[in-house]
């Protein structure tokens, strides 16, 4: 089952506003990095697609290096990047990706909900918050039913 997996606002807070500018660009929060990777591990079925703007700027096989190895191994790819201002971008590169590779049920997550339409699987965090337990539990449904919870 495919998981496209956002960056900033996902594994990376965003900045509350006034807060200190976080220099160290290339780093995931830890806990949130955790609390997605315990549940990751625990399904064989997983595979995750980036689909973030981090792609643009790091390469895939650096971005790999940010997760623990054996999450890593689960990374089969990113979508691939529109051109155009499109709406809801971000699931017309997850349509992109499947159609070039083995349709699976799927699941978004991202803190903008706005890139998908209503009706979208997606998993939407809270960018000061990023990847909690709600975000979790919600995962854990999908890996083990291939659906989003009601
Ligand atoms: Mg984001």
């Known amino acids: 089952m495919y998981i496209f997996l956002d960056i900033d606002g996902v594994l990376v807070k965003e900045d509350l506003p006034g807060a200190e500018i976080n220099e160290d660009l290339m780093k995931f929060d830890e806990e949130c990095l955790n609390t997605f990777e315990s549940v990751i591990r625990r399904y064989e079925n997983s595979k995750i697609v980036i689909s973030s703007s981090w792609i643009e700027i790091f390469a895939l096989e650096t971005i790999k290096t940010l997760f623990s190895s054996e999450v890593a191994e689960k990374i089969m790819g990113a979508t691939p ?25 799927w699941v978004a997550i991202d803190d903008i909900a706005e890139h998908f339409p209503p009706d979208a699987p997606v998993i939407v965090t809270n960018p000061y918050i990023g990847f909690d337990k709600n975000a979790a539990d919600k995962l854990e449904y999908f890996l083990a039913n291939g659906e989003l919870p009601e």
């Open 81 to 105: 990047r529109l051109n155009q201002p499109l709406k809801y971008f971000r699931y017309h590169e997850v349509l992109d990706y499947l159609k070039q590779n083995e349709a699976e049920p």
